[in-house]
């Protein structure tokens, strides 16, 4: 699953890589090294621009970086409280699930990280680790969203929420845990994003050997356990020993 992950870039610099415009405005979150669910987090969409009576263009779409919560609050949701449950979504069962199938068809999106933690689960307390590239390009990983309006209040702002697709754990990743975020390569991140492609099936599909050869797995403190804890030192590699005895 993706519990926990850390988002420290700036919304210009997710902008020139994922090769969008920045939109976040007074929403950009600072720097996040511990991002957990409800938190406000930058998503990549891409949709086709709408004129001045709400009319979508068709000839051309654009590609934003935008700011939402995470935890999904579907449209048909009596209240917000839910996305707190509904932080992942399986990508073999999203497509069916009735929560998750129309927002999979029609509302994706990536959710850029530095890299996401994972918690052994047959260690005792549970071994933090972190997982990121072995370069600095941040991890484009799937995501779904979703529009909410409160019914008491149909005039306040709508809240825009999402959540991150898991798939089975690929290569070593699968040591720790057996589910992953389902993270996208560079080259698929276009047709993901595609707002008038509305089957996505062939990307619903464990990351390659390949892309998993060019993650890092690194033991780190279990400080990143309490939500309090925000820092970069929360990323940095400690001797496994120390990691379970982190303050």
């Not at 069916?96 to 129309?102: E, M, Q, S, V, Y």
């Amino acid at each position: 699953m993706c519990g926990r992950y850390a988002s420290s870039k700036a919304p210009s610099e997710l902008a020139a890589e994922f090769d969008a415009r920045d939109e976040t405005g007074s929403l950009a979150p600072e720097p996040d090294y511990n991002v957990a669910p409800t938190k406000p987090v930058f998503s990549i969409v891409q949709r086709h621009p709408r004129d001045a009576e709400g009319s979508p263009d068709p000839d051309r779409s654009e590609r934003t970086v935008r700011v939402m919560r995470w935890g999904l609050v579907p449209k048909w949701a009596k209240d917000p409280s839910v996305g707190s449950r509904m932080i992942n979504a399986r990508s073999e069962t999203v497509a069916t699930k009735p929560a998750f199938r129309g927002a999979v068809r029609y509302y994706r999106c990536l959710v850029p990280a530095d890299g996401w933690y994972e918690w052994k689960r047959d260690s005792s307390p549970k071994q933090p680790y972190y997982v990121t590239n072995s370069g600095e390009s941040s991890l484009g990983m799937a995501g779904i969203w979703a529009t909410w309006r409160d019914p008491a209040e149909p005039e306040a702002e709508p809240l825009v929420s999402c959540a991150v697709l898991t798939t089975e754990a690929v290569g070593g990743l699968a040591e720790v845990h057996e589910r992953m975020p389902l993270v996208l390569p560079p080259r698929d991140w276009a047709e993901w994003l595609d707002p008038d492609n509305q089957d996505v099936t062939d990307l619903l599909v464990p990351p390659s050997a390949e892309l998993v050869e060019h993650l890092r797995m690194r033991p780190v403190s279990r400080a990143v356990n309490s939500v309090a804890n925000n820092s970069p030192g929360l990323t940095e590699p400690v001797p496994e020993k120390d990691a379970l005895f982190g303050s």
